[in-house]
């Protein structure tokens, strides 16, 4: 059963180009959620979504963000036109369809480390 | 939303006990407090959750005092490869929920020889 995938690990972008961030979620899980971290910084969750529908995207910048999650494949995080202050690591983390009470946590991806140059 | 504050830092050697308590004192009647770890270059894994008392796993424990405004995590007999950041996070037990957790600066342990 693997976990959460994101890929790729690190991506290296010049100012102006775009950036595509994919995460794949766990097996059974429907929810997804992205989270960015600057160094030195805790994570500031940034959109949640569900198959086809993002549920709140009150964390991402105005412009330039992007999300989604399509029925096949996996949720994608597009960046465009990058600046040098998107430089970070973005992090996925998915959770199963029904809350479980106790012992519940999120699922992380091991992150994209994105470095605009 | 619940806020917590936990020490920067924390220094410990190998085979030593360590406690890390982080404070909440608006914690809300539905909050639980969840504790996750961080290696450098990861992402956050879950390590344990409560409501109150006390509860165990093969990881840790946590304590959680009857008015629940604070928690102690409980790491026994720490390895170098606990050197990690340790964040605690209240909030509502819910799918869809956790996305209104705020994730402080966790409490960097280091671990030494």
């Known amino acids: 059963n693997a976990g959460v995938m994101q890929n790729p690990r690190h991506l290296v972008r010049r100012r102006g180009q775009e950036a595509r961030l994919r995460c794949s979620p766990m097996?059974?899980?429907?929810?997804v959620y992205w989270y960015r971290q600057l160094p030195e910084e805790g994570l500031k969750f940034m959109v949640y979504?569900?198959?086809?529908?993002?549920?709140?995207e009150s964390g991402m910048p105005k412009e330039r963000f992007s999300a989604e999650f399509p029925k096949e494949g996996p949720s994608i995080l597009r960046i465009q036109q990058v600046v040098r202050g998107d430089s970070a690591a973005y992090f996925c983390?998915?959770?199963?369809?029904?809350?479980?009470?106790?012992?519940?946590?999120?699922?992380f991806g091991s992150g994209t480390r994105l470095t605009v140059v | 939303l619940a806020k917590t504050t936990q020490p920067i830092s924390m220094d410990s050697y190998e085979g030593q006990e360590v406690n890390i308590t982080c404070s909440h004192n608006?914690?809300?009647?539905?909050?639980?407090i969840t504790w996750y770890q961080q290696f450098p270059s990861q992402g956050p894994r879950f390590i344990i959750q409560?409501?109150?008392?006390?509860v165990t796993n093969e990881v840790a424990s946590l304590f959680i005092p009857a008015d629940r405004k604070s928690s102690t995590l409980s790491l026994p007999r720490v390895s170098l490869s606990d050197t990690a950041v340790y964040y605690c996070?209240?909030?509502?037990?819910?799918?869809?929920?956790?996305?209104?957790?705020?994730w402080g600066l966790g409490t960097s342990l280091a671990v030494n020889p």
């Open positions: 983390a998915s959770s199963p369809v029904r809350p479980v009470v106790a012992n519940y946590g999120y699922t």
């Open positions: 979504l569900q198959k086809e529908n993002i549920i709140d």
């Open positions: 409560g409501y109150k008392t006390k």
């Open positions: 097996k059974g899980h429907s929810h």
């Open positions: 608006n914690i809300a009647t539905n909050d639980y």
């Open positions: 996070l209240v909030g509502d037990n819910n799918a869809g929920n956790n996305r209104k957790l705020i």
